[in-house]
């Protein structure tokens, strides 16, 4: 049975992995990645978890939630083991939270210059409701201190694992970890339902405000410390660089890892391409924008010639205040078609709380891994004149 | 004397103003507005206190320390006076922060399309060390809650007033004011010396990370409410729009009134039109870097080649981590100078610890007060090639 398991194993991996959504657009196979059709991104405020968009860096594990416990140790804490029944009995608490890749938009980045990654359309972002118990509970329930001395960064690891059985991790700064308002969960449902297997059964982080890579799914231990992790993702991956790095000057210690995501905004739906017919000579668009760190989006601007007027967009947004303001902004605007025109290229921008706003174009923000790309989206849709 | 006194201030309210260094470059006399000579902004990362630039919107109050009192009052407070005495009772704290006009830099914007405001250049900025006490301290002393109820902002009201003796006003979100770690400091000394008058004298709020305006000099109350300021200030101005947003459509209401600052970065020297010698070919730059909301300045890139090729300048910091970075970042960076370039066109750009980064131009961030003015800073040098 075990000689079985193990040449299964060797076999392929990632025979293991889920049923998924047949609507969800695969980027990479093994390990899956996939991201939600654009055109019905912003269909729902809260994003459908059998459509939200995928990131697995590894085979999706077989958890079996008999013998599942998430381990809690490190500097100032008492080690604990803790199952999931445990782990439910801290205060429960749900909140929005989008989560996005940093890797999001990438495919758009890469038309200036190649760059090494997943060929990511806009679509690898989603909004979802996640209740759990804070982690700043649990370590506090280990004996942890706030500003306890020698104490950085909190560091997770997941219970998928490479060939050599190296887990997925990833750390988090303490301030985000312990800030009574951070809001940092160990989640079990998504959406009111249990995590499915994709999203980190039965165990995931959800760091609001931080870049996916940080949210680490299927959660097997937190690792309270004076250091990041050591992992590949945090130390040699998701981190920004200047245009002019390339991979033979690249050195990742010079960048910090990415956390909180600048601020990011797309066109849904029409989608580039699509033949649309005016009514009353407007075209209705729809999207999404969205803020790291708690910011709050304050305005989404659209334009329809090049920059020279400016629509204002319309926006569904919870109430949240800055800087706790983890979920995306849903907006839709209705864009005037020009007589006669046969084409039209629409541009957006948002604007957070702290009125920073995305770059213009993507060649001043490449970098070699193609992430953080959150230049202005821009859509040329075809119109339908209604004539042959 | 009682008459000679309303005389004097019938005549000129403005004739008791401090005298002022000569080498302050005035923007308005009265009120007095005027920034530091840009050349040498970057020469000191502590700005010299009477070269900081002096953002006022009315007269210096005349402030006698044997009578001044600042006064706490509103919602969730036991009403108290307090005089400078009172007040260094409370622990002492000094912090380094930034404080920069949301006009900085107006003067560029300006050029795509008037604005209304000052011609602010790019040295509406300085960064100073505080000392003074906490907020917080003095908020908990006079019996406000965490999360009281009814409660959303602090508003403060200085001691200068307009002809008709309204008070400069602001206000700040109870978030920040209240953030164990936010720094709000009610601030008695800058750069280890008694605030001048043109500084606040005796106290000022020192809000880390916000926009200038709401740094509220010679503190006269201090109120804890349920709303923001209805001060013209807070209100009708320093406000961001959309760039299509003008005179007769724009609604203050719409936006909310700027707190923290996007990201920012300028060449201080040399400045336009310099004529500079390379030495062994190549020119070399300072200049500073901030972000609002304790956001770190994490890379700066320059270049000379219109983006072709960006260098990457060496950072001068404080060791303070995100979010709670307040000061500002000076940087320096050789650049290369092609072989019989007459001309040189450098730019220069700042990334923060949430990657957020700048603009490229003015032209899509444009608004109608001129305002957030933070695209890329380009200045072209006049090469001195050494030949007649
Ligand atoms: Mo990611
Ligand atoms: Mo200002």
């Not at 409701?129 to 001395?149: E, M, Y």
Request: hydrophobic share 35%; with cysteine; net charge neutral.
């Amino acid at each position: 049975e075990d000689s079985k398991v193990s040449l299964h194993n060797v076999a392929d991996p990632y025979d293991a992995d889920p049923r998924r959504h047949p609507a969800l657009q695969p980027r990479s196979l093994k390990p899956y990645n996939a991201e939600t059709p654009l055109k019905i991104l912003a269909d729902n405020f809260f994003t459908p978890s059998d459509l939200f968009f995928v990131r697995n860096h590894l085979p999706v594990p077989e958890i079996d939630l008999a013998s599942y416990e998430v381990e809690i140790e490190g500097v100032g804490v008492k080690s604990m083991k803790l199952n999931l029944e445990q782990l439910k009995k801290f205060p429960k608490f749900t909140i929005t939270s989008t989560v996005q890749c940093s890797g999001n938009r990438r495919s758009e980045m890469t038309k200036v210059k190649p760059v090494k990654g997943l060929d990511w359309g806009q679509a690898a972002i989603g909004n979802a409701s996640w209740t759990g118990v804070r982690l700043r509970d649990v370590l506090l329930a280990a004996g942890l201190k706030d500003d306890q001395p020698g104490v950085e960064h909190v560091q997770f690891e997941g219970l998928d694992t490479d060939p050599s059985m190296h887990p997925y991790g990833a750390s988090i700064p303490i301030e985000k970890a312990m800030d009574p308002k951070g809001d940092v969960l160990l989640a079990f449902e998504m959406n009111g339902e249990p995590l499915t297997r994709d999203h980190g059964f039965p165990v995931r982080v959800i760091v609001p405000g931080v870049t996916g890579a940080r949210n680490v799914k299927w959660l097997g231990k937190v690792i309270v410390s004076g250091k990041e992790s050591d992992s590949h993702w945090q130390q040699n991956d998701y981190k920004g660089f200047s245009p002019s790095t390339d991979w033979d000057t690249v050195d990742f210690s010079s960048a910090p890892a990415i956390q909180e995501l600048p601020v990011i905004s797309a066109i849904c739906d029409p989608v580039q391409g699509d033949k649309v017919k005016p009514v009353d000579g407007k075209i209705p668009l729809r999207g999404y924008a969205w803020s790291g760190g708690g910011r709050k989006i304050v305005r989404v601007d659209v334009t329809w010639d090049q920059g020279k007027t400016w629509g204002v967009a319309k926006l569904e947004q919870e109430s949240n205040k800055h800087p706790y303001h983890w979920g995306w902004t849903l907006w839709t605007m209705e864009v005037p078609v020009p007589p006669n025109a046969k084409k039209l290229e629409v541009w957006v921008k948002a604007v957070d709380s702290t009125y920073n706003t995305q770059p213009e174009g993507f060649a001043n923000i490449w970098n070699l891994r193609g992430v953080l790309s959150n230049a202005y989206h821009r859509v040329t849709i075809d119109i339908n004149t209604g004539k042959k």
